[in-house]
């Protein structure tokens, strides 16, 4: 009888506790909406968040292009190269986006920044007196990195581009499987690299991390491309 | 043979009720907490403590149901009640009990009003600018407005958690009476990025104005998450349609052209709009000598409303305070900044309409234990100076 009694609490617990619980279900199973809803939110503003562009294409609108200034895309110097002034890194000037931090100094790179969450991904320039391979072989060279084949040359032609130094250009955000020099393989990662070549040497921005991490600072990694300029000589 | 409602009413009030929730909680506690190491903060926040019911995957395979942190501290709060005040013997004994008890409900009623009413986001302000909006950390929303060449305009809103149902597949169609168009919302996702459909990996994905969208996998960091959609928009009266990719970093909205006027679609996070206007006068930030370290970081605004303006300070720990809002002081950039370069300075901003709960509940069962402590004291000092009670208090 002992034991009879001692169970009571809990078959009183299990009554009403399995009928509610089913109940809650039920209630929520039965909140289903419909495909048609009204928009019930509105105010007053003084017009729209962001500036409006109309007529703006997607790829302005998502940074593949500067914004009212598409550009051919030219893969080669054009006209007159010869008689561009020598790149001079020394005079590269930039804006470092919201959240990047500076990281150590590493040979051949002018700069180095590290962000995402856990400064895992890392973002840096790097410039050469010369063309230093060409736009062909560093993207190749980078999808193979990611463990991808290097895509042909014609598709170079249709890469978005960024105006680098007033150079459009082209950027790639390859993602997959990063190999690094060691030899090891990290899945889950992103690269996003723009290569400027211009008269007088070439300019390359790469950025390599998580995936997650690289694709939340797309937007960064564009407008810290934009902002590389030329510091005038005195 | 006692009644239903008696009988439910002794089970609410029960003991050993008591336990199991106190039970759960402590498992769903130590569940959520380890899965945060997986899932990021915000998601388990509102996964196991923000929700009825969760399943936990243990061990990532098995599925483990629970009741969520909501429902359980609801249940608490009914057992409290019932037990804890209503059955409880009324007396001075007790006394202290009851008072602690009800300091505990209005805890647990606090937390229930915040977790229903309170709206934090942050506003970011250089020196010389002002604003009557805050930007929320975590939540998205799709605006429409109307684009005009001056003047107000109405601006219409759709809560993400509206159509983030759009995500597993289907769609959703969002009308209002002013708007000469609906808009189909469909291919919702969390975190994506827009790529072009000529790209290596373009093939087969449904393609917009030479773009598609690329779910990625959710980070940790909640706030990181970018999301895109896909949106048509259909015409009223020409029963025409647009068709755009929505992204959350898009540089601006999409213009679309319906009722012979333009409309501007965007993606981004909640704004909401403050009764009063806070304008930034001066940012200061000293760092302590030879280090990046903040020795002080404050903002001088100045609250505008309807003509009138008040000066006031936001610094470390000292936050304004006004008509339930709370500004803190919470960050400033550009990280890397020069000297002279401007900074502008991030305030947190929390409206809590419970903000001061946890304060007054502390002071209640703070009351409550002392009563009831003293109330002990006193008992046992009487009865130990009880006459014909040996001296000394020896039994």
């Given at each position: 009888m002992q034991t009879v009694k001692r169970m009571k609490p809990f078959c009183h617990i299990i009554r009403v506790c399995v009928p509610a619980l089913v109940l809650a279900l039920a209630l929520a199973g039965c909140s289903g909406r419909g495909t048609v809803r009204p928009i019930t939110r509105s105010r007053s503003v003084a017009g729209p968040s962001k500036p409006v562009r109309p007529g703006a294409s997607s790829a302005e609108r998502f940074g593949f292009q500067p914004a009212a200034h598409p550009q051919p895309v030219r893969t080669a110097p054009g006209p007159g190269a010869g008689e561009a002034p020598a790149l001079d890194a020394a005079r590269l000037r930039w804006d470092t986006p919201e959240g990047w931090q500076p990281g150590p100094d590493r040979p051949m790179r002018l700069v180095t920044y590290l962000l995402g969450a856990e400064g895992r991904t890392e973002c840096y320039v790097s410039v050469f007196a010369d063309s230093a391979g060409g736009l062909e072989a560093n993207v190749g060279r980078w999808y193979r990195q990611m463990g991808l084949e290097a895509p042909p040359a014609a598709a170079l032609a249709e890469l978005p581009v960024v105006a680098i130094l007033g150079q459009p250009s082209p950027v790639v955000y390859i993602a997959g499987a990063y190999t690094d020099m060691a030899g090891a393989t990290t899945p889950g990662y992103a690269l996003m690299g723009a290569v400027c070549e211009r008269p007088g040497g070439s300019v390359f921005v790469k950025m390599l991390g998580p995936e997650g991490d690289v694709a939340a600072e797309r937007e960064h990694f564009l407008a810290f491309c934009a902002s590389l300029r030329a510091e005038e000589a005195p | 043979m006692k009644r239903p409602a008696r009988k439910l009413f002794d089970l609410c009030a029960s003991t050993g009720v008591a336990c199991v929730l106190f039970l759960l909680l402590f498992v769903l506690t130590f569940l959520g907490t380890v899965e945060q190491v997986q899932s990021g903060l915000y998601d388990v926040q509102q996964r196991y403590f923000h929700s009825l019911f969760v399943v936990h995957w243990a061990g990532g395979v098995v599925p483990l149901p629970l009741p969520g942190a909501y429902l359980l501290m609801t249940l608490l709060l009914v057992n409290l009640i019932c037990g804890g005040i209503v059955r409880m013997r009324k007396d001075w004994a007790r006394a202290g009990v009851l008072v602690t008890h009800v300091g505990i409900a209005l805890l647990l009623v606090g937390g229930f009003v915040r977790a229903r009413s309170a709206v934090e986001g942050h506003m970011t302000l250089y020196e010389g600018e002002r604003a009557d909006e805050f930007e929320s950390y975590y939540e998205w929303e799709m605006a429409i407005a109307e684009v005009k060449a001056g003047g107000e305009c109405t601006e219409y809103a759709i809560p993400g958690a509206e159509f983030a149902g759009t995500a597993s597949g289907g769609s959703m169609t969002f009308v209002r009476e002013e708007l000469p168009f609906d808009l189909t919302v469909s291919g919702y996702a969390r975190n994506a990025v827009p790529r072009p459909a000529s790209g290596p990996m373009g093939g087969g994905a449904r393609t917009v104005d030479g773009f598609y969208l690329e779910p990625l996998v959710a980070v940790k960091?909640?706030?990181?998450n970018i999301p895109g959609v896909y949106v048509t928009v259909r015409d009223h009266k020409t029963g025409g349609s647009h068709e755009a990719i929505l992204w959350g970093m898009q540089r601006c909205p999409a213009v679309i052209e319906s009722g012979g006027r333009r409309w501007a679609v965007d993606l981004r996070k909640v704004r909401r709009q403050l009764p009063f206007t806070i304008a930034l006068d001066k940012f200061t930030r000293e760092l302590h000598p030879r280090t990046s370290i903040p020795k002080v970081f404050m903002s001088e605004v100045t609250k505008i409303e309807d003509g009138a303006s008040e000066q006031a300070r936001i610094s470390m720990n000292e936050p304004f305070r006004y008509r339930g809002y709370t500004f803190y002081q919470a960050s400033w950039g550009p990280p890397n900044a020069q000297p002279g370069q401007p900074l502008y300075s991030t305030l947190a901003v929390v409206r809590n309409p419970a903000e001061n709960a946890p304060l007054y509940a502390s002071v209640v069962i703070v009351f409550g234990l002392g009563l009831h402590f003293g109330v002990r004291l006193w008992r046992h000092l009487r009865t130990e100076h009880l006459p014909g009670r040996p001296a000394g208090g020896a039994r």
């Open positions: - | 960091q909640a706030e990181q």
